[in-house]
């Protein structure tokens, strides 16, 4: 059960509503989470802000990537709505069945390459408490990335650092669409609703 109920669409203010509309794009719903936020609509509105900042691609992270990469962050902060969220996105912008179900095991995977390998043991590194960031994956990270490219890990390394406390600490309801995937791709390695229902 959720700590705070989450505002129906109709109940949020009539610009914030159609602002946060900007999430059925990568997701399909407006996410509970952000439904939270909104009621208190600056929180919603600088939330939905950086969202679009963190995910804009301005270099080589594709949008897929991104997602995985949040994928990584939720699995090591154990934050089982962000993972629902982040394989269903990951999904939305055309990851494989095959990548999807490798997530998990992403270091053995041959469905990844030397970079992203790298990139998501940096995400795993620097969402463990405490921080596992060392110079060899920071070394390593730099192998493949630019500095522009590692300033958009980082930052959606950072951003789902946010949203696993708040998801998790709020015990937000998972939606159907998440639900279906994280069923579909994350089931097997042990994943479930749990108290996100």
């Known amino acids: 059960m959720p700590v705070v109920e989450p505002l129906e669409e109709e109940q949020m203010e009539d610009e914030l509503r159609e602002y946060v509309q900007f999430f059925k794009g990568p997701l399909g719903v407006v996410p509970n989470s952000v439904r939270t936020m909104s009621r208190r609509p600056h929180i919603a509105r600088a939330f939905t802000d950086l969202n679009i900042a963190v995910m804009r691609c301005d270099g080589s992270v594709t949008p897929e990537f991104k997602r995985l990469i949040g994928y990584v962050t939720s699995m090591v902060s154990g934050c089982r709505y962000c993972q629902a969220h982040t394989i269903l996105g990951s999904e939305r ?3 494989s069945e095959a990548r999807l179900n490798d997530i998990f095991n992403y270091e053995a ?3 990844f390459s030397d970079a992203e390998k790298a990139a998501l043991s ?3 590194a ?5 921080n596992g960031v060392t110079d060899e994956k920071a070394t390593k990270l730099r192998e493949y990335w630019s500095d522009d490219d590692i300033v958009e890990i980082m930052a959606v390394i950072a951003l789902f650092g ?3 406390r708040w998801n998790d600490s709020m015990g937000s309801a998972l939606e159907d669409l998440p639900i279906e995937a994280g069923e579909k791709y994350l089931k097997q ?3 479930e609703v749990g108290k996100h229902k």
Request: no cysteine; charged share 5%.
């Open 93 to 95: 912008f055309g990851a």
């Open 122 to 124: 940096f995400a795993f």
């Open 126 to 130: 620097a969402a463990e408490v405490p």
């Open 109 to 111: 995977s041959t469905h």
């Open 162 to 164: 946010y949203l696993n």
């Open 189 to 191: 390695n042990g994943w």
